[in-house]
């Protein structure tokens, strides 16, 4: 039961480099999401993908894109590392489709991927 | 401008005793709220959420209050273990497909 899965765990970049974060799940959910995380800076959406197919930007968007490749995976591109995107990257999924009172359905993490762009 | 605030960035408490968590909150559009829980190396994982129309929700040990008047919001854990010991974060959902807006975290560190 993997849950949320992201690869790579690690990777060290240098500036101007291009990479592709993966993430997968295995839960059957319709909405996925891209957060990074900074010190003192909590959780920022990154881009977030609703359903299959679609795509909207988060808070920090700048210099990042997605694909929802298909229900199960979506992916997080840098198509040219800036030493302010080192920061630790989480991919989420839920099962938010209606909103619906009393029936949260909660957002479920990956493990993340730390990234440091030299 | 911090729409979700935890102001206690850490919180120290004996094993046993009650560890109370706060988060403040400014949008009174916001209509749920979840608390998620963080180990180092891992990714948050989701331990309770409150609907605006309540007041309170337990779940063993872990029960959160919501105060609509004051826009605030409590976790309390009755009582704390060492295994406890992590990041608690607060997040608020206004209800717009899901993007929720996250506090700073609150590092909880309890003591054997």
């Known amino acids: 039961n993997a849950g949320v899965t992201q690869t790579p765990k690690f990777q060290v970049l240098k500036t101007g480099q291009s990479m592709t974060l993966q993430c997968a799940q295995d839960?059957?959910?319709?909405?996925m999401y891209w957060y990074r995380q900074d010190p003192g800076m909590g959780l920022r959406l990154i881009y977030y993908?609703?359903?299959?197919?679609?795509?909207d930007k988060g808070e920090v968007p700048n210099g990042y894109n997605v694909s929802r490749l298909n229900k199960r995976e979506f992916s997080l591109r840098l198509e040219s590392a800036a030493p302010s995107q080192t920061s630790v990257y989480f991919c989420?999924?839920?099962?938010?489709?209606?909103?619906?009172?009393?029936?949260?359905?909660?957002?479920?993490f990956g493990d993340g991927t730390r990234l440091s762009i030299l | 401008d911090q729409q979700v605030k935890q102001n206690s960035p850490s919180l120290s408490v004996q094993e046993g005793r009650i560890s109370i968590l706060n988060c403040d909150y400014t949008?009174?559009?916001?209509?749920?709220f979840l608390w998620y829980k963080k180990y180092p190396a891992e990714g948050p994982t989701f331990l309770i959420s409150?609907?605006?129309i309540k007041d309170k929700n337990e779940d063993g040990r872990f029960t959160v209050f919501l105060n609509k008047s004051a826009k605030h919001l409590s976790l309390h854990i009755v009582p704390s273990q060492p295994g406890d010991s992590a990041v608690y974060f607060c997040?608020?959902?206004?209800?717009?497909?899901?993007?929720?807006?996250w506090g700073l975290g609150t590092s909880l560190a309890v003591n054997p």
């Open positions: 989420a999924s839920s099962d938010y489709h209606l909103r619906d009172r009393g029936s949260e359905q909660p957002q479920h």
């Open positions: 839960m059957n959910h319709n909405s």
């Open positions: 993908s609703a359903s299959e197919g679609t795509t």
């Open positions: 949008n009174s559009m916001f209509d749920y």
């Open positions: 409150i609907s605006s």
């Open positions: 997040a608020a959902d206004a209800g717009n497909n899901r993007k929720l807006i």
